[in-house]
Nanobody, 121 residues
Framework: QVQLVESGGGLVQPGGFLRLSCAAS????????MGWYRQAPGKQRELVAT????????NYADSVKGRFTISRDNAKNTVYLEMNSLTSEDTAAYYC??????????????WGQGTLVTVSS
């Protein structure tokens, strides 16, 4: 069983910066991909960014390209999301996601509990 714990959300002014962290814990697993998704009030959950654990390949939503950066620390099983030039459009609950492999169970997926990001003056 893999668990994800997110941190770093909060209130920030437009144009500001926030850094989210997501740490994976558990036993006997191998993470393949980690990513961040977000869900604004009244909207569907959408992909923000993903990163492969082995090669570090990244993928970003068009709306965050050039402003957000996803990175990982494999030794800590942790993924980060650095968010710059934040706007009110970025206000949402941000969820960490991990796709991992577990013996006898194959590939599985797990979500974090979410962390709220509010961009407001």
């Amino acid at each position: 069983q893999v668990q994800l714990v997110e941190s770093g959300g909060g209130l920030v002014q437009p144009g500001g910066f926030l850094r989210l962290s997501c740490a994976a814990s558990g036993s006997n697993f191998r993470i393949a991909v980690m990513g961040w998704y977000r869900q604004a009030p009244g909207k569907q959950r959408e992909l923000v960014a993903t990163i492969t654990i082995s090669g570090g390949s990244t993928n970003y939503a068009d709306s965050v390209k050039g402003r957000f950066t996803i990175s990982r620390d494999n030794a800590k099983n942790t993924v980060y999301l650095e968010m710059n030039s934040l706007t009110s459009e970025d206000t949402a609950a941000y969820y960490c996601n991990a796709k991992y492999w577990a013996p006898t169970r194959g590939y599985l997926e797990v979500w974090g509990q979410g962390t709220l990001v509010t961009v407001s003056s």
